[in-house]
């Protein structure tokens, strides 16, 4: 595989851009070698600008979820982009997106839209605090949230990947706002609230953890965060900014049916674009302004190129949804499965944690169930592999600490490719 242009590019890149990259895991510096540089996508394809095609299995690190290029939200943001790419005041199309979202997540009665993940999940925070009048937050190792100033402590993705513990430029007096404490521990989280005593706004969580590899929440966790939640009067937030959309229409609330106070939705919810949301019951969102004192707002939030693209996915989803969640948990179990097998028969130790279309090959013999159990997997293993399969046309997700996403574009071809390759690839993985 020649990655000639993308080597120039990335050279050029460099100088302009820390680490080339205006996002730190596409960097590859937990993987090694040369990030190829994109040129086109279509279905389940990426293609590079050495011409080299790969089956993409990040998706955008998410929102993907119908493929590339998917024909009814090319159109549609096509369409949009003609009538003018923003205008800074009210349109059609947010209020319907907002009820599509509003049907698909019936724990959200109001939302607002805005521009990124970190976005909403910040402006999340800030209403718990705002409705509770409390001031401290419960977050989980391995969790990530976006890069708000709070939510850095302890985070997964990019901060866990290069092992960063909590980020330079976050003031300790902010960061010992956030307690952050490990994963499918109750007892942990028990003990802050005995600590805490009436000082605690909110538990935010991915109720199935991406960020730190797929780590699903264990029986009666999340029931147990729902209890202990309304028993001291906090508010309980589900950042379904990955699962929502992704591991059933409603997200991991839908799946797990736990109705959480507040949500955050990111990624498939913009089919690709930049749009993210926080939504919850009226009540706490009305609190924001103009109607009450909580403040947030954006120029972009709500933009007709992202409502579009959302509409036409969500859309679909809705539409579809049988047959898309369907299709999306056989496919995905046949490819998590298919290459697990491989792994067992060249003798390598891996632990596969999947929930629906989203999953992570662990390098380790050992059940993952939190943050320092993720953290005993061989990364230097994690590595060769990921470099084994991108030689064979595989892009995976380029670090442990992150979730692999199918798409309903990916068809039984590619997945008996994929676990060829893997085949290839862990016999390089024995040797090394
Ligand atoms: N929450 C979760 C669960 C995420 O996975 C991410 C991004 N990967 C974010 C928040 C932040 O979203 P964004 O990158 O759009 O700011």
């Excluded at 402590?153 to 990947?161: E, I, L, P, R, Y």
């Excluded at 898309?324 to 891996?350: I, P, R």
């Amino acid at each position: 595989m020649k990655l000639t242009r993308s080597r120039t590019l990335q050279q050029r890149a460099e100088k302009l851009l820390p680490g080339g990259v205006d996002s730190p895991v596409r960097a590859f510096r937990a993987v090694g070698g040369e990030p190829p540089f994109v040129v086109h996508g279509e279905g389940a394809f990426l293609w590079d600008e050495d011409g080299n095609r790969y089956i993409d299995y990040f998706g955008s690190w998410g929102p993907m979820i119908l493929g590339h290029a998917f024909p009814p939200a090319v159109e549609a943001i096509q369409q949009a982009a003609g009538r003018s790419a923003s205008f800074g005041a009210s349109t059609a199309a947010e209020g319907d997106l907002a009820e599509l979202v509003v049907k698909a997540f019936p724990s959200i009665e109001k939302l607002r839209f805005v521009s990124s993940g970190t976005e909403a999940t910040m402006s999340a925070i800030r209403l718990a605090r705002a409705f509770t009048g409390r001031k401290y937050v419960i977050k989980f190792e391995g969790c990530y949230h976006g890069h708000s100033d709070g939510l850095l402590v302890k985070a997964g993705s990019g901060v866990a990947t290069f092992g960063i513990p909590g980020s330079a430029g976050v003031p300790e007096e902010i960061a010992g706002l956030t307690l952050a404490l490990p994963f499918n521990d109750i007892d942990a989280v028990q003990a802050a609230f005995a600590k805490y005593k009436n000082q605690i706004a909110c538990i935010i969580l991915e109720p199935v953890v991406g960020n730190a590899g797929t780590i699903a929440p264990a029986e009666g966790y999340l029931e147990a965060l729902r209890a202990i939640t309304t028993l001291e009067g906090s508010l309980l937030i589900f950042d379904e900014v990955m699962t929502g959309f992704r591991l059933a229409l409603g997200g991991a609330q839908e799946l797990y049916r736990i109705l959480p106070d507040l949500t955050t939705l990111g990624k498939i919810v913009g089919g690709g674009l930049p749009c993210a949301a926080f939504g919850g019951r009226a009540e706490i969102i009305n609190m924001l302004a103009p109607l009450g004192p909580v403040y947030q707002a954006g120029t972009l939030s709500g933009n007709p190129l992202a409502m579009a693209a959302g509409i036409a996915t969500v859309g679909h989803l809705i539409a579809h949804r049988a047959e898309v969640y369907s299709q999306l948990e056989s496919m995905s179990e046949a490819v998590a499965e298919g290459v697990a097998v491989e792994a067992a028969k060249a003798g390598v130790a891996l632990t596969t944690n999947r929930v629906g279309a989203m999953w992570t090959w662990f390098f380790t013999a050992e059940p993952v169930t939190d943050f320092a159990t993720a953290a005993a997997s061989d990364t230097a293993a994690f590595a060769r592999f990921h470099r084994a399969m991108l030689e064979q046309g595989v892009w995976l997700p380029c670090s442990q600490y992150e979730a692999v996403f199918l798409s309903t574009a990916h068809t039984i071809e590619n997945l008996e490719q994929t676990i060829q390759a893997a085949k290839a690839a862990f016999a390089a993985v024995a040797e090394s």
